[in-house]
Nanobody, 115 residues
Framework: QVQLVESGGGLVQPGGSLRLSCTAS????????MRWYRQAPGEQRELVAT???????NYADSVKGRFTISRNNAENTVLLQMNSLKAEDTAVYYC?????????WGQGTQVTVSS
């Protein structure tokens, strides 16, 4: 069993930055593929960024060049550095941990980009 807790969300002005953190307990994340998703009101959940157990990364086109996903296996943590934030980045951000057939989700953290 894996418990995931996201933190770091908040209110930021357009062009600003936030760093989201996802910390796991109950298991070691080293063997898990980690992902950040987001869901805006009235929208479907969207995959934002992936980092595999080997450290390979992938990003949605909408965040390429602005967001960076990284992992610290020693601290059982995955980070999402978000720069040059836009109003359309406003959403609840969720992290997930996958080691097939198992997938675990955090409770989400709100990110609001507004002036």
């Amino acid at each position: 069993q894996v418990q995931l807790v996201e933190s770091g969300g908040g209110l930021v002005q357009p062009g600003g930055s936030l760093r989201l953190s996802c910390t796991a307990s109950g298991s070691i994340l080293r063997s898990y593929n980690m992902r950040w998703y987001r869901q805006a009101p009235g929208e479907q959940r969207e995959l934002v960024a992936t980092i595999t157990s080997l450290g390979h990364t992938n990003y949605a086109d909408s965040v390429k060049g602005r967001f960076t996903i990284s992992r610290n296996n020693a601290e059982n943590t995955v980070l999402l550095q978000m720069n040059s934030l836009k109003a359309e980045d406003t959403a609840v951000y969720y992290c997930s941990a996958t080691n097939p057939p198992l997938t675990y989700w955090g409770q989400g953290t709100q990110v609001t980009v507004s002036s």
